[in-house]
Every structure is written in C-alpha cells, then in structure tokens.
T-cell receptor, first 114, second 109 residues
Framework: KAGVTQTPRYLIKTRGQQVTLSCSPISGHRSVSWYQQTPGQGLQFLFEYFSETQRNKGNFPGRFSGRQFSNSRSEMNVSTLELGDSALYLC?????????????FGPGTRLTVL | QQPVQSPQAVILREGEDAVINCSSSKALYSVHWYRQKHGEAPVFLMILLKGGEQKGHEKISASFNEKKQQSSLYLTASQLSYSGTYFCGTDGSQGNLIFGKGTKLSVKP
C-alpha cells in the first residue's frame, strides 16, 4: 500500500506570495489533517478534512485554507505569505478521524519564505 | 489546550530505560504517541483509549491514567533506533489531536 505523498517537497517563496501544497492520502483513508511544524513548537494543528468537508480547524489566521476533493486528495493554500510561515507542513491521513485512529504522516513540504 | 510533555530532552546509553510523560488540563478520551526521527515524518507508536483499550504497532508500553489526565511512555532496554523526538497527542475540544512540544530522546552507544 502506497504511503501518504506530499508535493512539492520543498518550496521557496517571497513575502506576499501565495502557495498551494498538495497531499494524497493512503487509499481508502477519508480523513486528511494538516499540521505546521516549527522548531520548538511541535506539531500545530491547522485543519482536518473528512469526505470533502472541513471538520475541525485550528487557531490559524484565515490566510490558511484548504480543501479536499472527492478522491480524498487535499490541498492547503496560504495567501499573503509572511516570514513566520516558514515551516515544515505535514499532512496525515487516517481512516475515520484523528482521535480514534492512527494517523499516517507524509514526508512534508518544507516552505521557506524570504 | 496543548498537553505538556516532560522531560523536554533525555540522553541515554544503550540498554537504559526512560519514561516520557504527557499531561493535560482537560479530561481525555485518548492519548496518541508518535516518534519522529530527524528529517523524517512522525510515525505512529500507540493509541491509548479511555476504558483501557490500546492499539500499537511496536513493543513499547504505555499507561493512561484517566483520572489524572496523564499518560506515560516506557522505553525499556533502549536501542540506538529509539532516538528521535516523541510526541504525545490528546483529543482537542473539536475531536482533533493536539500535540505536545515533544521530548527529544538521544540514545548513545
């Protein structure tokens, strides 16, 4: 079974630009969650999508948005990039949901904002 | 609310034991444990559910004290491969997972 894939793996953007990250979950998984990881802060929850609907959302500004397609693939968009958005963005898929099922993480997208 | 992990870092020699703690200020339904090696994605270790059910893939033991809202991960006879950052995740108010800041474990030969 193929694992979770994320594209691109690395991105360099400048302040003010926008970026779209993609995540393909494990086949059969309907839940996709997104996390921002920065040194010392651990994994900060962004949002979770389940069957094309945003089910949960973390405490991030509205510049961060996402969506999920009918094949469970998910995209995350960050508009008007700021220097502080530089981070590793991880997505994770699970069968039904975060609290009860193990999550399978992708390798992440390393975003650098200059 | 973000769970608190302790210690923040620990250094062991091969064969030594370690305990990593995770505590929350709210009642918990579940506690998850993941390990992340440098430059890699976090990998699932274990879920502990309220009521005593546990699901895990490795021979790692953990406890979940529902009354104290605490969980502990026990690493016995540590191996070099145990090195990494350990994260606990607890269920948030909306059913999502909230992760702690992590415990960095270094196992030396």
């Amino acid at each position: 079974k193929a694992g979770v894939t994320q594209t691109p793996r690395y991105l360099i953007k400048t302040r003010g630009q926008q970026v779209t990250l993609s995540c393909s979950p494990i086949s059969g998984h309907r839940s996709v969650s997104w996390y921002q990881q920065t040194p010392g802060q651990g994994l900060q929850f962004l949002f979770e999508y389940f069957s094309e609907t945003q089910r949960n959302k973390g405490n991030f500004p509205g510049r961060f948005s996402g969506r999920q397609f009918s094949n469970s693939r998910s995209e995350m968009n960050v508009s008007t990039l700021e220097l502080g958005d530089s981070a590793l963005y991880l997505c994770a898929s699970s069968l039904g949901g975060q609290g009860r099922d193990e999550q399978f993480f992708g390798p992440g997208t390393r975003l650098t904002v200059l | 609310q973000q769970p608190v992990q302790s210690p923040q870092a620990v250094i062991l020699r091969e064969g030594e034991d370690a305990v990593i703690n995770c505590s929350s200020s709210k009642a918990l339904y579940s506690v998850h444990w993941y390990r992340q090696k440098h430059g890699e994605a976090p990998v699932f270790l274990m879920i502990l559910l309220k009521g005593g059910e546990q699901k895990g893939h490795e021979k790692i033991s953990a406890s979940f004290n529902e009354k104290k809202q605490q969980s502990s991960l026990y690493l016995t006879a540590s191996q070099l491969s145990y090195s990494g950052t350990y994260f606990c995740g607890t269920d948030g108010s909306q059913g999502n997972l909230i992760f702690g800041k992590g415990t960095k474990l270094s196992v030396k030969p």
